[in-house]
């Protein structure tokens, strides 16, 4: 068995998850979406910001995650962008517990 064909093969199933295929619908959509789009990025400059900001070891403060947290709410009103998120959640998850799966791995390994 060679180790890296399994983690190829991995990759691909990965890709062609029914999770994976539902995001790539799922973003399209909304990119083909002005409104969607504009929200979207205007979200995750947000977001991107205040994630540069706790990696420069800054706390976010309370209003500014207040802030996020609402507009977070606005702009899964919109059905493509709502569609997304969920999209986005469901391939975390996948990839979240194929992760886990791996770090078990290197645990039972290591001690």
């Known amino acids: 068995m060679n180790i890296y064909d399994k983690a190829y093969e991995l ?3 990965l890709k062609e998850s029914e999770e994976a295929l539902l995001l790539k619908a799922a973003k399209l ?6 409104d969607a789009k504009a929200m979207l990025d205007d979200f995750r ?3 991107n910001f ?5 990696m420069a070891g800054e706390e976010p403060s309370a209003e500014d995650m207040e802030k996020m947290s609402k507009l977070y709410e606005v702009i899964t009103l919109n059905p493509l962008i709502g569609k997304l998120m969920d999209a986005e959640r469901r391939f975390a ?3 979240e517990d194929v992760n886990r799966i791996m770090s078990d791995v290197l645990k039972s390994i290591v001690d």
């Open 11 to 13: 990759a691909k199933a």
């Open 29 to 34: 959509e909304a990119e083909a979406d002005a």
């Open 45 to 47: 400059d947000r977001q």
């Open 50 to 54: 205040l994630q540069q900001k706790m």
């Open 93 to 95: 998850v996948v990839f």
